[in-house]
C-alpha cells in the first residue's frame, strides 16, 4: 500500500527522453535526457530541454553528454543530477524525492547487479524506495494488456537507443530480445547518407527533424521534402539543401530488417501455446520510435499478424511503472513464479539463452 504521506513516481528512463509519471497526477515531466557540463569544474549547466538547445551551439568549455546509452546508464552520477534537477522541476523546493517511491525502468536482459545499481542510486539520492521495472512489462501493462493471466502478449518497444522484443505471460517475461538499433541509430544513418551524397555536415537535431517530418518505411503516394542547413564539407561555408521522402525511404530498409529479424527470433524460442496467443492478438508496438510512418503497416505485411500502436507509445512505460504499485499482489507473485519455472529468455543482438 502507499503510504498516506509517499509520493510514487514512474520513471521511463530512456536514452533519448525521460519521462515521469505522478500518482494522482498523471505524466508530470517529458523532457530528453540530455545534459550540458562543464569541463573544468564538472558542474551541471543545464539538462533536459534546455541541454537540447545547446547541442551543436556550446563553446569549447560545454560537453553535452547523454548519460544513458543503448538504454542503459552509462554515467550514474550524471544520470543522478539530471533526475534530481528534473524532480525539482515537478516538485519547486521540496527535497529530493522525500518519502517516495520510485519504480523505475530498466532494459531486459540486464544483469541483477546493473538493476540493483539503478535502485541503489534511486535510495542514495533520498528515495525511500526504488524498485526496477522491465520496460516491456512496464510498457504492456501502461496500455492496457492482461499481463497478469495466461495469455502471451508480444510487445515491440522501439526507443531511442534498442529496440526490446517480449513475449509477456503471467506477469514475467517469458522470452525476449533486445537489438541496438532504435531512434538515434536512424538519425546517424541520415546524417551519414547526408554527408556522402550532398557533402553536407548536418546535426543531430537536424537529422532528428528530417526522420520525423519525411522519415517513412513505406513508399508515399506523394513525395514529401524538407529544406535543411548544414555545412559544405568542400568549401566550410554554411549551405542550404532540399530533401525528399524519397531518398530517406531507402535509409530504412537496414532499420526495419533488424526490427523484423528480432521479432522472428523471439517468435522462434517462444513456446507453441503463447505463439498462438500473439498471431491472435497481435503485435503491440510502443516507444517513440514506433511513430514513424507506415510502421504498423509494414510490420503487419512482413509478418502477417495483426499490429497494433499503443495509445501513447511515448507515456505507456511511465504509466506502467506508476502502476505497479497498484498491481494485484496475489496474481503478480503467482506470475513471477510460474514465469521463473518456464524459464524466462533474455538476449542481446546474440542468439537467446534459454535455462531449464
Not at 560545454?62 to 515537478?90: C, E, R, W
Not at 519504480?103 to 539520492?125: F, L
Request: charged share 25%.
Amino acid at each position: 500500500m502507499l503510504k498516506r504521506f509517499d509520493t510514487l513516481y514512474g520513471i521511463d528512463l530512456g536514452t533519448s527522453n525521460t519521462v515521469i509519471y505522478q500518482h494522482g497526477k498523471g505524466i508530470v515531466l517529458r523532457e530528453p535526457s540530455v545534459v550540458a557540463i562543464r569541463q573544468d569544474s564538472g558542474e551541471m549547466v543545464a539538462a533536459g530541454t534546455e541541454a537540447q538547445a545547446m547541442i551543436g551551439r556550446t563553446p569549447g568549455n560545454i560537453d553535452i553528454i547523454y548519460p544513458l546509452m543503448d538504454g542503459v546508464i552509462a554515467n550514474f552520477d550524471i544520470t543522478s543530477a539530471m533526475l534530481q534537477h528534473f524532480i525539482k522541476k515537478i516538485q519547486g523546493r521540496a527535497p529530493w524525492f522525500r518519502s517516495s517511491q520510485v519504480y523505475i525502468s530498466v532494459p531486459c536482459g540486464i544483469t541483477n547487479v546493473q538493476k540493483r545499481a539503478v535502485e541503489e542510486t534511486m535510495v542514495h539520492k533520498g528515495a525511500k524506495k526504488a524498485v526496477a521495472v522491465e520496460e516491456p512489462l512496464a510498457a504492456a501493462l501502461g496500455a492496457g494488456l492482461p499481463v497478469d493471466q495466461p495469455i502471451g502478449s508480444l510487445v515491440l518497444d522501439i526507443g531511442g537507443g534498442a529496440s526490446q522484443v517480449a513475449v509477456l505471460s503471467l506477469g514475467g517475461i517469458v522470452v525476449s530480445h533486445t537489438v541496438r538499433r532504435a531512434g538515434m541509430s536512424l538519425d546517424q544513418d541520415i546524417i551519414e547518407y547526408v554527408k556522402k551524397t550532398y557533402n553536407l555536415a548536418i546535426g543531430e537535431r537536424t537529422a532528428e527533424e528530417i526522420k520525423k517530418q519525411i522519415g517513412s518505411v513505406v513508399e508515399r503516394q506523394k513525395d514529401k521534402a524538407i529544406d535543411i542547413k548544414g555545412r559544405d564539407l568542400i568549401d566550410g561555408l554554411p549551405r542550404s539543401l532540399r530533401l525528399t521522402s524519397g531518398e530517406i525511404f531507402g535509409l530504412m530498409d537496414d532499420f526495419l530488417a533488424t526490427i523484423l529479424d528480432a521479432i522472428r527470433v523471439t517468435l522462434e524460442h517462444c513456446p507453441p501455446e503463447l505463439a498462438g496467443d500473439v498471431v491472435e492478438r497481435g503485435i503491440l508496438l510502443c516507444g517513440g520510435g514506433s511513430l514513424l510512418h507506415g510502421l504498423v503497416e509494414r510490420i503487419q505485411a512482413e509478418t502477417s499478424v495483426p499490429v497494433h500502436l499503443a495509445a501513447e507509445p511515448q507515456d505507456c512505460t511511465a504509466l506502467g511503472a506508476g502502476m505497479m504499485i497498484d498491481f494485484k499482489r496475489e496474481g503478480w507473485s503467482r506470475g513471477n513464479a510460474i514465469a521463473g519455472r518456464n524459464a524466462g529468455v533474455q538476449a542481446e543482438e546474440e542468439p537467446l539463452r534459454q535455462d531449464a
